[in-house]
């Protein structure tokens, strides 16, 4: 069973920075890509960034030059800095992963992990 955990979320100022994580653990074979969401109440949840395992990056206009995503797939990590935070940015952040079960897989499944509250806020 795969598990997606999350980690690093908070309050923040606004300006200020933070660094999610997102450890993922389980039987899999290899990440294809991993990216995180965020929602708020009443609203739909929304791509904040996205990389791919080869390090291919894509971001939502709202957060460009803002923040950014890497990987370490070694690790099984993916991890989200955020710098230049606004109010706006207040949501809970999901950490989200395709991941291959074995080497013969053609194709990957998605999973999600709990999501972990991120609050900008003076």
């Known amino acids: 069973q795969v598990q997606l955990v999350e980690s690093g979320g908070g309050l923040a100022q606004p300006g200020g920075s933070l660094r999610l994580s997102c450890a993922a653990s389980?039987?899999?074979?290899?990440?294809?890509?991993m990216g995180w969401y965020r929602q708020t109440p009443g609203k739909q949840r929304e791509l904040v960034a996205s990389i791919t395992a080869g390090g291919n990056a894509n971001y939502d206009n709202s957060v460009k030059g803002r923040f950014t995503i890497s990987i370490d797939n070694a690790k099984y990590m993916a991890y989200l800095q955020m710098n230049i935070l606004k109010p706006e940015d207040t949501a809970v952040y999901y950490c989200n992963a395709d991941l291959y079960a074995t080497m013969y897989s053609p194709s990957s499944d998605n999973f999600w992990g709990q999501g972990t509250q991120v609050t900008v806020s003076s």
């Open positions: 389980g039987y899999f074979f290899r990440i294809a890509s």
